[in-house]
C-alpha cells in the first residue's frame, strides 16, 4: 500500500520531500523556522506526516513557487492544515484574507470568486545585502520572478513550468521574458560567477525550463499569412547563450512572420551557405560577450546580395546581444536594444505593425 495513505503510522520526511520535489533539508527548515512541522510526531522526536500535514507542506510548496515570502506563506499553509482537520466546511483561506495579491498561479479561492491577475508592481528592493528568491541576488523584481527563482534552487521542475506557463498565458511573451525570465536568469548567473561553480545545477535545469516554454509558445503561433523570405536567427561562432534568441523566435512566431532558428555557435560556412539558399529578409546575429562579437562576419553577410540581376537585394543584419556594443553598426546593421526593439525592427520589414498590444491589460509597457 502507498505510504502516503498510512494515516496510523503517517509519512517519513524523506517520502514526503520525494513526492514533493524539495529536499528534506528543506522541510526541516520550514518546520525549524516557521513552525511548518507535523501536528503529532511519533516518540515526541521522529516526524511522521499525516495527510492533513502532507496538505499544508503542499501549500506552503505552491505559494512559495508563486512568489510570496516563506513566511508569509507558511502562515497560510498553516490555515489549510487547520481547515483539513476541522472538515470541509472549513473554507480554504483566500489569497485576500491572507493579506497578499494573488498571482497567476493562484486557483481561485473557495468561494469560486477569481483571484487578481493584472501584474503587481515591482516591490520595493531589499535592504542593502539581503537577497530574494532563494539567496540569489534579485533586487526590486515581479514577484513571479521571485518565486521562478525559489523554485529554481529547489531544482522542483513543475513549479517552474506551471509558473512559466501561466505567465506566458497571462502577460504575453514579451513581459514574460523581460520581467520574469531574463532578471532570474541573470541572478542565477551572477550567483554561479561568485559561488565558486556553485549552482551550476540550478542555471542548467532553469534554462531548460525557460528554453521548453518558448519553444512551446513558438509552435503555438499562428502560421504565416503568406510565402515570405524568412528570418535567419544564429549565434556567432563559439557563442552559446542561445535564449535570448529563442525568445525572439517565440516573438516573431507569435506575430506570423517566417523564422528559421539555427541556434549556437553557427559556422560562419554554415550561415554564409543558409544565407544564400533561402535569400532572408533579416539576419540576426546573437553575442553576448564582445569576445565572440564577429563584427566581419556581420558585415559579410549584410553585403550578401540575392535575387535576379537587377532586383537583387541584401538583408538586413540585426547585431543582438551585449557583445556587439563598443562599436558603431556598419551599413546594413541595426543593433536593436532589446527584444521589444528587436520585434518592432522586423515587423516594420514585413509591413506589420510596429507593436502589438499586450495580452490581459497591456501588461509589460
Known amino acids: 500500500m502507498d505510504d502516503m495513505d498510512d494515516t496510523e503510522h503517517g509519512t517519513t520526511t524523506g517520502t514526503v520531500a520525494r513526492r514533493l520535489g524539495v529536499s528534506p533539508t528543506t522541510v526541516r527548515s520550514w518546520d525549524r523556522r516557521y513552525g511548518i512541522g507535523p501536528a503529532v510526531r511519533a516518540d515526541g522526536r521522529h516526524r511522521r506526516w499525516s495527510p492533513a500535514d502532507v ?32 472538515g470541509p466546511s472549513e473554507a480554504r483561506p483566500s489569497a485576500v484574507r491572507e493579506g497578499r495579491r494573488a498571482t497567476a498561479v493562484d486557483a481561485p479561492a473557495a ?16 535592504a542593502a545585502g539581503r537577497t530574494a528568491g532563494g539567496g540569489l ?9 521571485r518565486g521562478l527563482a525559489r523554485a529554481a534552487v529547489r531544482l522542483d521542475g513543475p513549479a517552474m513550468e506551471e509558473l512559466l506557463r501561466a505567465a506566458l498565458a497571462e ?37 531548460w525550463h525557460i528554453s521548453t516554454a518558448l519553444r512551446r509558445a513558438a509552435v503555438t503561433g499562428p502560421a504565416p499569412a503568406s510565402p515570405a523570405p524568412p528570418v535567419v536567427l544564429a549565434c556567432v561562432p563559439s557563442e552559446q547563450h542561445t535564449l535570448p534568441l529563442e525568445a525572439l523566435t517565440a516573438g516573431l512566431a507569435e506575430r506570423g512572420l517566417p523564422t528559421r532558428m539555427f541556434g549556437a555557435a553557427v559556422p560562419a560556412e ?19 560577450a564582445r569576445s565572440t562579437a564577429n563584427h566581419a562576419l556581420a558585415r559579410h553577410v549584410a553585403g550578401t546580395a540575392f535575387g535576379v540581376p537587377g532586383a537583387r537585394t541584401a538583408p538586413l543584419v540585426l547585431l543582438a546581444g551585449p557583445g556587439w556594443l563598443g562599436r558603431a553598426p556598419a551599413p546594413g546593421t541595426a543593433r536593436p536594444t532589446g527584444l521589444r526593439e528587436a520585434l518592432g525592427v522586423v515587423s516594420r520589414l514585413y509591413g506589420e505593425p510596429e507593436e502589438r498590444e499586450e495580452r490581459a491589460g497591456g501588461a509589460g509597457t
Open 55 to 86: 496538505a499544508m507542506l503542499e501549500e506552503m510548496c505552491r505559494l512559495t513557487a508563486s512568489g510570496v515570502p516563506p513566511a508569509e506563506a507558511a502562515r497560510a499553509a498553516r490555515q489549510v492544515r487547520a481547515a483539513r482537520e476541522a
Open 111 to 126: 468561494d469560486g470568486t477569481e483571484p487578481v491577475t493584472s501584474l503587481p508592481e515591482p516591490p520595493a528592493a531589499p
Open 137 to 145: 541576488p534579485l533586487g526590486a523584481v515581479r514577484q513571479e520572478s
Open 171 to 207: 502577460y504575453g511573451l514579451v513581459a514574460t521574458w523581460e520581467e520574469i525570465m531574463a532578471p532570474t536568469l541573470h541572478a542565477v548567473g551572477r550567483k554561479w560567477e561568485s559561488s565558486g561553480d556553485r549552482y551550476v545545477e540550478v542555471e542548467h535545469l532553469l534554462s
Open 270 to 288: 554554415a550561415l554564409d551557405a543558409a544565407v544564400r539558399r533561402m535569400g532572408p529578409r533579416a539576419v540576426v546575429l546573437w553575442s553576448q
